[in-house]
């Protein structure tokens, strides 16, 4: 199998956070949506990362990157602070998420250009960015077989003709319920997903949270449970680790109607380690042992037999 | 199987419901608790109804019952009116119910005494009404082996130990996920689910509406799928629909493991009937044959495989 592995192009941000729970704060800590998805990602296949930081950035995040399976050539380093991002979170199960303070700092000139080495990449992950910069990458990979992008309400607001234009290139969307119906106008998820296909996509995925995650796609649904949560200390990057185990399926055995729906059982995995820490802590303390064990649970959730498979 | 069927004994409400939607309103349609229950278990097994109408319960309502498989021995005519209850829902799925009247009249004086012919029932239901009525109905069932029962937030607020005490009794308690946080003080769902295990019964249902439902066991979870729905005219008896598909699956079959899981998908069918239309209309237009596609649409969702069975 190792030999068949395809690495995974990422373009997204790299950013410092500051995080407020009721019981809890963590601030200059590894954030960003191509952070939680390359660290992600990088347990089932190498990453190539196409991001921007600033001069500030701290040597010891650089280098937990660099221990992975994670290529930092396009990495650019530019003159000036790196995106900063503050959130605060309340509510029982700290559901309920409030942006404090967002400053793009270097990020606000960012264009990705891929290093000519990443130029074949087949396997693409475009994480929540301006849709014309996503487009800007997509021009860059002419042989790309497998194009997922995210996106986030912002874009729907502002950006629509570009999301239109980038929904025509790409093989699957990612989107929360909320984002799937304001985009489409449907108020039913069924309908909504089938609204969105009409562009192009061959898959389009809902994330539901703590509700697990539905995948559509011409003639089927699947539903991918979350995995049963004990705690939650920080609730950020759980999507963007879910895409990172789900990209990570697809980079070593295609993308077939099995390999998605395994996909989404090990994005589960990984946005449930996420969360169960701050920042990507929880996610680089895994091994594949403990994600098969999780792995393993996740599946006997969909299973109608009467006893547990070993 | 057919001569194994059990009949399963039902107590709780009967109701003339009114509803209103931004689109729509019904008045005087059947509604209450057992009424969904009886008529979705129907389909599976004889039912044995224990409940109370008024001398204005009309005609029609009573020869719907009559015509299914459902035993009406037990249900009381009492001098006055039936039990009514008002409600209105909004939002874009009409997610948000108020209720804007109830008028208990009959309800209010009722004690459920089982006819002699029930007292020998195996498996038992206990729609959602007063702990202390579920309680004397488990008097007059000394032979049940599968006893579930539902409850809501006002008899947490206000019976809470009269609630211990039938948790004590049951095999199977369902509830939704506000009450089962509520009910066990803990955050999250496995902790609540172990929390109401420790009184006794070996199965906890958490509803979850559209977000389908989790069955806890001692050592295994499962995610029952709800149907995707297309449309929603009336939410009112999803939950006791759901319990009827369940019980069914139940009185048929026995209580171990592989039933509770696939009994709780035809719960989820018979949930997404019962909101397709007011009243129980959509329930009692579905035949079996409809039913068990819907039911492989459910297998579909959960499947690991490739291709969809057929």
Do not use: V
């Given at each position: 199998m190792a030999d068949r592995v395809r690495p995974i192009l990422v373009v997204g941000s790299v950013a410092l956070d500051a995080v407020h729970t009721p019981s809890e704060s963590a601030s200059e800590i590894l954030g960003g949506a191509a952070s939680y998805f390359c660290l992600s990602a990088a347990m089932f296949a190498p990453i190539r990362l196409v991001a921007v930081v600033g001069e500030d950035f701290p040597p010891e995040h650089r280098q937990l990157l660099e221990s992975r399976l994670i290529d930092l050539t396009g990495l650019q380093v530019r003159p000036g602070k790196t995106f900063r991002w503050t959130a605060r979170y309340t509510g029982v199960r700290l559901e309920t998420r409030e942006t404090l303070d967002t400053q793009l700092n270097v990020f606000a000139d960012f264009h990705p250009t891929l290093p000519?080495?990443?130029?074949?990449?087949k396997v693409v992950f475009l994480a929540n960015i301006q849709p014309e910069l996503q487009l800007e990458v997509l021009e860059q990979v002419p042989d790309a077989e497998f194009i997922t992008c995210d996106t986030m309400k912002l874009w729907l607001d502002t950006a629509r003709p570009g999301l239109e234009r980038l929904f025509r290139r790409v093989d699957c969307v990612l989107m929360n319920d909320e984002e799937a119906v304001q985009f489409s106008g449907e108020r039913f998820l069924p309908s909504a997903a089938r609204a969105i296909m009409s562009y192009g996509p061959r898959a389009v995925i809902i994330k539901r949270g703590e509700n697990g995650s539905l995948l559509f796609t011409p003639d089927r649904v699947f539903l991918a449970p979350a995995h049963p949560l004990e705690t939650v200390r920080d609730p950020t990057g759980a999507g963007d680790a879910f895409a990172g185990g789900l990209m990570g399926a697809i980079a070593r055995s295609g993308d077939g109607q099995e390999v998605l729906r395994r996909g989404m059982l090990y994005g589960s995995v990984l946005g449930s380690l996420a969360v169960e820490?701050?920042?990507v802590r929880r996610i680089v303390k895994a091994d594949l042992h403990e994600i098969e064990g999780r792995l393993s649970t996740l599946v006997d959730m969909i299973s109608l037999n009467g006893s547990r498979a070993h």
């Open positions: 000519p080495a990443y130029r074949d990449s820490d701050f920042s």
